[in-house]
């Protein structure tokens, strides 16, 4: 029954590589995001799609690129990973409308050797 | 301007003290204050929050207390547990449409038994 799932949980992966990473929310909800959490815990908001559509794209390297097939799913994949990449990685999801509450997955810890 | 300034990084108290901690923010379009509990492994999760018209607010063992003058914010844990020992995050919303969050810096509160 879990609300906002990801895979993988873990994910170790040489630099330059490509990975991606799933998210699917059960909820409902009609918006999902994806954070960045690094070493130091500082948690940041990387993108946010409304109904499939990017409505929030922060300072992200290009080489990171979201995609929502769907309002229940987003994906994010990485090209050319580099060691500064290495966090956790949070997907969340809520529903659009003043104030209302993100829910987060359990993370994505990706490790760039 | 788009910064949530958190303090402590970090707390230490006994079982049945009452933690507190404080935030600070600039821009005064923010108009939503929650905040999350993260605990080790986990994904942050909405524990309470407050809208710049409300002086406090409260939830169980939880009160935010709201200083809009002073642009201040602050969460208060009485009677605190063990169980309580995580990380803390205090957010602000950017007005509009997109549910942007900016999160603070985060403080590991530890309570001892």
């Known amino acids: 029954d879990t609300a906002v799932s990801q895979t993988p949980k873990y994910l170790v992966t040489q630099m330059g590589n490509d990975k991606s990473i799933k998210c699917e929310q059960n909820?409902?909800?009609?918006?999902m995001y994806w954070y960045k959490q690094d070493s130091k815990k500082f948690l940041k908001i990387m993108f946010s799609?409304?109904?499939?559509?990017?409505?929030i794209n922060e300072t992200v390297p290009n080489r990171f690129s979201p995609k929502s097939p769907d309002k229940a799913h987003l994906n994010l994949h990485i090209n050319s990973l580099e060691l500064g990449d290495s966090a956790v990685y949070f997907c969340?999801?809520?529903?659009?409308?003043?104030?209302?509450?993100?829910?987060f997955g359990p993370g994505t810890r990706l490790t760039v050797l | 301007q788009q910064q949530v300034k958190q303090s402590p990084q970090s707390l230490i108290v006994q079982k049945g003290g009452i933690p507190i901690i404080n935030c600070a923010y600039e821009?005064?379009?923010?108009?939503?204050f929650p905040w999350y509990q993260q605990f080790p492994g986990k994904g942050p999760a909405l524990l309470i929050a407050?809208?710049?018209?409300?002086s406090e607010k409260k939830e169980g063992r939880f009160t935010i207390s709201f200083n809009k003058s002073a642009k201040q914010f602050s969460l208060h844990i009485m009677d605190s547990q063990p169980g309580d020992s995580a990380t803390y995050f205090c957010?602000?919303?950017?007005?509009?449409?997109?549910?942007?969050?900016?999160f603070g810096t985060g403080t590991l509160l530890a309570v001892q038994p």
């Open positions: 969340a999801s809520s529903q659009a409308g003043v104030n209302n509450e993100q829910f």
């Open positions: 909820l409902g909800h009609d918006t």
């Open positions: 799609y409304n109904n499939k559509e990017l409505i």
């Open positions: 821009n005064t379009a923010f108009d939503y």
């Open positions: 407050i809208r710049p018209d409300v």
């Open positions: 957010a602000a919303k950017v007005g509009g449409a997109t549910n942007k969050l900016i």
